[in-house]
């Protein structure tokens, strides 16, 4: 069964460092989401791309996050540098095009930043 | 702004028996879409139900139905005959057309007791 895959599960990092996260899309899903997720709170949406293009990156804190997804494929966001508050579950999702299409969720990555 | 609120942070069920989670939105869209996710302890988030707008009928989906009040912006789910394996983190989610990114409330917990 084709799932979405993150990696790493788990990071932990100092206050100031660099980090990143991959995710693997569905094979054939055009579009591609991040998600941050703090503890007990629901996902809230970081970045959205349609093939290699960012459509969606209003809540991005771009002085420090970063998202890419050269060849429409795969995916990496980077944070630099880490805050405490950063520390959250990053999630990472899918879905193709044409008409309503299901949204697939990755396992996430649980990030902790001390 | 679209908003998704759950104001029940957590509830409870015995096997067997049924439990209804609420949700309220706002939205000035009169075309969109809702849905619950189930996001079980260390596992990713899966649909469980969907509902379009603008089809009256309530969806159902084998022991999970809503009840889709669309002038009273609310949507809630009930799930019949209670099974252990639904305990998890229950998020009602919004979509204002297909391809944009999901709008979340912050989650219900259920847990089931035998």
């Known amino acids: 069964e084709a799932e979405v895959a993150q990696s790493p599960r788990y990071k932990i990092t100092e206050k100031s460092q660099a980090v990143a996260f991959w995710c693997d899309p569905i094979?054939?899903?055009?579009?591609l989401y991040w998600y941050r997720q703090i503890l007990g709170q629901g996902p809230e949406l970081l970045v959205q791309?349609?093939?290699?293009?960012?459509?969606?990156d209003s809540q991005l804190p771009k002085d420090r996050f970063s998202a890419e997804r050269l060849k429409g494929v795969d995916s990496t966001l980077k944070i630099q540098p880490a805050e405490l508050g950063d520390s959250a579950m990053y999630l990472c999702?899918?879905?193709?095009?044409?008409?309503?299409?299901?949204?697939?969720f990755g396992q996430g990555t649980r990030l902790t930043v001390v | 702004a679209q908003t998704v609120t759950q104001s029940q942070p957590e509830m409870s069920v015995q096997e067997a028996e049924t439990v209804t989670l609420s949700c309220t939105y706002d939205?000035?869209?009169?075309?969109?879409?809702l849905f619950w996710y189930k996001q079980p302890p260390s596992r990713q988030m899966i649909l469980v139900i969907r509902?379009?707008?603008?089809?009256?009928q309530n969806a159902t989906e084998n022991r999970f139905s809503v009840n889709f009040q669309k002038a009273a912006k609310s949507f809630s789910l009930k799930i019949s005959d209670s099974q252990l394996g639904d305990a998890a983190m229950y998020f009602c989610?919004?979509?204002?057309?297909?391809?944009?990114?999901?709008?979340f409330g912050k989650g219900t917990t259920l847990s089931v007791s035998s």
């Open positions: 094979s054939g899903h055009a579009t």
């Open positions: 999702a899918s879905s193709g095009t044409g008409g309503y299409s299901e949204a697939f």
């Open positions: 939205t000035s869209e009169s075309d969109y879409y």
């Open positions: 509902q379009e707008a603008y089809k009256q």
């Open positions: 791309f349609q093939d290699e293009s960012v459509v969606d």
């Open positions: 989610a919004y979509s204002y057309q297909a391809g944009t990114a999901l709008i």
